[in-house]
């Protein structure tokens, strides 16, 4: 049995079927109440209503090291039986796994087994969760548990996880230490996701495909180098978080030479980048890039722009006081022709 990580956010169908499966095998469930945190009246009413089936309560301290749950000190962890009527309960409580923060609901629904080991942990702020589980018991629960996207050895194989993710409709996605040389089709596929995070240093192109994920919201791809920003990119019209990285290595292999930012090939945006009006954080970096479009202007979300370490040549004074919204900006690395930043 190990600790396998659940790679989504359990919701809707998927997360009351894992309630109902956690009351049938834990022993115990926990909440906690962050004592520097505030909470609405909801938390109060929703504790009262849990109350006949409460067992006992720890100061956060004495379970800190043990449980997941302890992590901050000034907390109450409360500690329930598991019975289905409750189970009924946490239902209708949330929609979602990590729906269990402050100040709607007591925090970090989690679950224990009778030694008052972890059995499920939830750290909701963090979107960090995971199910004690062994390998032939967590492939079973693959239809058992739809909507639940576990991680383990039987799906380590980038096939085997890319058809679990779509499999499990998954919000998120991480592609790191797979040796890839191209983005797989199959990410596009799996039309579900709203964050996509890619570390590969051997891929140098975005296939169009990448670009049919409509409900998109975060992009981060950190490659060695990468030759161009496709103009498809403006299709991600839910995109709120951009992040590209080059001259950037998951696997650096000792006496190799890495590239410089001189001879990274990505030199410019797209035009299209405009068309990405919700977006809210732009990061560019270490890249050949030496001129922004003014397309970049009709970003007027956008509140986070981090150009360091390019080539930029200048910046664009009149482009940026038209974000009105920015509040932090960085062209530092850049060669600006000995212009100073303003």
């Keep these: 049995m190990a600790m396998l990580r659940i790679d989504n956010n359990p919701s809707g169908e998927a997360y009351r079927r894992l309630i ?3 009351i049938t095998h834990a022993s115990f469930f926990v909440l906690a109440e962050r004592g520097q945190l505030a909470r609405d009246r909801d938390v109060g009413l929703l504790l009262r209503k849990l109350r006949p089936y409460l067992l006992k309560t720890y100061e956060s301290g004495v379970v800190m090291g043990t449980n997941a749950i302890g992590y901050t000190y000034e907390d109450t962890i409360y500690v329930y039986r598991c019975c289905p009527e409750v189970g009924e309960l946490l239902k209708s409580a949330a929609g979602s796994l990590f729906d269990w923060q402050h100040p709607k609901l007591p925090e970090d629904l989690g679950f224990w087994d009778g030694q008052e080991r972890d059995w499920l942990v939830n750290i909701a702020h ?3 969760a995971s199910l004690q ?7 079973r629960l693959r239809e ?4 639940v996207f576990l991680r383990g050895a039987f799906n380590q194989e980038l096939e085997p996880y890319l058809a679990d ?4 409709g998954a919000d998120r996605l991480y592609l790191s230490g797979f040796r890839l040389q191209e983005v797989p089709d199959g990410v596009g596929r799996i039309s579900t996701l709203k964050l996509l995070e890619i570390f590969e240093q051997d891929i140098r192109r975005l296939p169009a495909s990448l670009f049919d994920l409509e409900q998109l919201e975060q992009l981060t791809i950190y490659t060695a180098d990468l030759e161009a920003i496709p103009p498809e990119i403006g299709r991600l019209t839910n995109l709120t978080h951009l992040t590209i990285g080059c001259c950037s290595y998951d696997r650096p292999q000792p006496g190799e030479p890495m590239i410089s930012i001189e001879d990274v090939t990505l030199q410019e945006l797209p035009a299209e980048i405009g068309r990405l009006t919700k977006l809210e954080s732009l990061r560019i970096n270490a890249t050949g890039l030496r001129r922004l479009p003014p397309e970049l202007a009709e970003l007027k979300q956008l509140k986070y722009l981090d150009l360091s370490r390019n080539r930029l040549e200048a910046v664009p004074h009149e482009t940026v006081r038209r974000l009105r919204q920015l509040t932090y900006k960085s062209f530092d690395g850049n060669p600006l022709d000995g212009e100073s930043i303003r």
């Design 20 to 22: 109902d499966y956690a």
């Design 126 to 128: 963090e979107r960090m």
């Design 133 to 139: 589980a062994g390998e032939e018991e967590a492939a």
């Design 144 to 147: 058992e548990l739809r909507g």
């Design 165 to 168: 993710a779509l499999h499990h």
